[in-house]
């Protein structure tokens, strides 16, 4: 019930998010997604889900398109090989989500059976770098 | 030029964030490989992120053309780096309409020259400046946007389109050089005046044989020379009617420009006078460059607010020659204006209004207190009108749309039968 109540919330946010062109309700509908995703292997076990690098790539498909139709309006494509262009790097975005995706399953997989307290403090410390080196990609890009 | 964050690498990154902190906290690594193309996407494009330097040349087809007609613009894009997605908006003046897409999304390779053709059309007169663009660029992953200007401004000249006038309005006086004039006095010319009594120093050319055989005595023929005359326009820029599309300041303009391009076609010396919040003036001159210098000092006619009183003491006394016909554009809305006409004609120069109607640019109202001033303002006009005429001064009225020949006709109908009365 709580997944399916997720999924219509998402589905909520992310119709009101291109009716008001709001990337803040994309991003809250994006989330909402994912925790659905996470409620459900919850409940279904310890097992990893193989589908992983499939909802991967389509939650990244689904950001993509609706951050796609949230952009400003150009009346005019003077070259549709453009929009080819476009449409032939969102492909490879998903390809190259379901390929990361891929890969950190596997090597979660790997670590199950040989996991300890070492191996968890560096999964830890990977999670949080990841983030502060995004932080600081960002920090670095716009204040200089 | 300015980089700014799109929505998207906000989410993203928050997203990234969620995904491996929850696959942290709930001990899942299903939440980690879903969060991680997101941080994957945002790392690759924080750390490609640079700035395109964008060059953009342009080229007019033309420096001046006539209001109404087109002009081509043409524009060459290069770029240091290949923007996948590049918005170009040629920025344009109100009174320049692009005929082509406007802004355009392109991609711009590397190293590669994207020309553009955009043509324009003239919906204004005036002196235009076009060439600047507007550009935005956003990065291969959609998460940065860079906006920034390049190109040149290039001074486009976009001369009023000229009414259609046949016949000129005769000055009751011309001057002393040969024109296409005729003039009112006797002497030299082609047109016939009148005969009189053949008198020593006559020319034989000039004896009417028939007059002379039925008479009995010799007579000759008189005749009108042709002369030119001086003109001057002047135009009240102190206040005008306006609507979006069209104010009477253009249709002063418009029709200042055919008189002036019609009266030096016959030879005459035309000048200008724009009397308004800045007095502009040019003296009468003939000849082709006269007529670009009057229409290059009409682009900068503009209405500028100004409360300083001002009469014709501060005109130049050379703007103002003797015996020239004066041709007012008013549209008799400001009274420094009026009493300048007014003392004009008492000046005793030879005068005529043609007055800018501004009726159909001021609606008339829905309450009946405006529909009363309305009225009111009318018969204001009617009275001022009334005293043009008392005083000799053809005034004529003219509205949107009616030829402005049919005006010149009616200023010749009120000349035919008035009088120059000298103060």
Avoid at chain 1, 51 to 79: C, D, M, N, Q
Avoid at chain 2, 48 to 56: C, E
Avoid at chain 2, 334 to 361: K, N, Q, Y
Wanted: one cysteine or more.
């Amino acid at each position: 019930m709580l997944a399916l109540g997720l999924g219509g919330a998402a589905l909520a946010l992310l119709a009101f998010g291109l009716l008001v062109r709001w990337p803040g309700a994309l991003g809250l509908g994006l989330a909402a997604l994912g925790s659905e995703y996470a409620v459900l292997f919850a409940a279904e076990g310890s097992t990893l889900d193989r589908l992983t690098p499939v909802y991967a790539a389509g939650l990244l498909l689904v950001a993509e398109l609706a951050f796609w139709s949230i952009e400003r309006r150009v009346p005019a494509w003077s070259e549709p090989t453009a929009l080819e262009w476009r449409l032939a790097r969102l492909g490879a975005a998903c390809v190259g989500a379901a390929g990361v995706a891929s890969l950190a399953t596997v090597s979660a997989a790997a670590a199950t059976g040989g996991g300890g307290v070492v191996l968890e403090g560096f999964g830890v410390g990977a999670a949080i770098g990841s983030v502060v080196i995004l932080a600081l990609l960002m920090r670095r890009l716009f204040l200089r | 030029m300015t980089r700014s964050a799109t929505g998207k690498l906000h989410v993203y990154v928050v997203l990234s964030g969620l995904g491996l902190l929850g696959g942290l906290t709930l001990g899942r690594p299903e939440l980690v490989a879903i969060a991680a193309p997101f941080a994957l996407f945002v790392a690759l494009a924080l750390v490609r992120a640079k700035a395109p330097s964008l060059k953009a040349s342009c080229e007019i087809a033309r420096e001046r053309q006539l209001e109404g007609r087109r002009v081509d613009l043409f524009l060459e894009l290069s770029a240091d780096r290949t923007v996948p997605r590049l918005e170009v908006f040629v920025d344009l003046p109100d009174a320049l309409v692009a005929e082509a897409p406007n802004p355009i999304l392109i991609r711009l390779p590397r190293g590669e020259r994207h020309e553009l053709e955009v043509p324009l059309r003239c919906v204004h007169w005036g002196l235009h400046e076009v060439g600047e663009v507007v550009w935005r660029a956003r990065d291969a992953y959609g998460l940065l946007v860079y906006e920034g200007r390049a190109g040149e401004a290039h001074p486009l000249k976009v001369y009023p389109r000229g009414e259609n006038v046949q016949r000129l309005l005769r000055p009751f006086e011309t001057q002393a050089f040969s024109g296409n004039q005729v003039a009112r006095n006797r002497g030299e010319g082609i047109e016939f005046a009148d005969l009189r009594p053949f008198t020593p120093g006559d020319r034989v050319r000039r004896i009417n044989w028939r007059a002379t055989a039925r008479r009995g005595e010799p007579w000759v023929n008189e005749m009108h020379p042709e002369r030119n005359a001086d003109v001057v326009l002047f135009l009240d820029t102190f206040a005008e009617a306006r609507r979006d599309d069209l104010g009477t300041l253009d249709l002063s303009v418009r029709a200042a420009a055919a008189l002036a391009a019609l009266y030096l076609r016959e030879k005459d010396r035309v000048g200008v006078v724009s009397f308004g919040g800045v007095l502009n003036w040019l003296t009468v001159t003939s000849g082709t460059t006269q007529l670009y210098r009057i229409v290059d000092s009409l682009l900068d006619a503009q209405i500028i607010l100004s409360y300083a009183w001002k009469d014709l003491d501060v005109i130049p006394p050379r703007t103002l020659p003797p015996r020239a016909l004066v041709i007012a554009l008013s549209p008799l809305l400001d009274d420094r204006a009026v009493g300048a006409l007014l003392d004009l004609r008492a000046r005793g120069f030879d005068l005529a209004v043609i007055e800018l109607s501004p009726f159909s640019f001021v609606p008339e109202g829905e309450s009946e207190v405006e529909q009363l001033a309305y009225r009111l303002w009318r018969l204001r006009r009617e009275a001022l009108r009334s005293k043009y005429a008392a005083l000799g001064v053809p005034i004529v009225e003219w509205r949107e749309g009616v030829p402005m020949e049919a005006v010149v006709e009616e200023v010749r109908a009120f000349r035919r039968h008035a009088r120059v009365l000298r103060a």
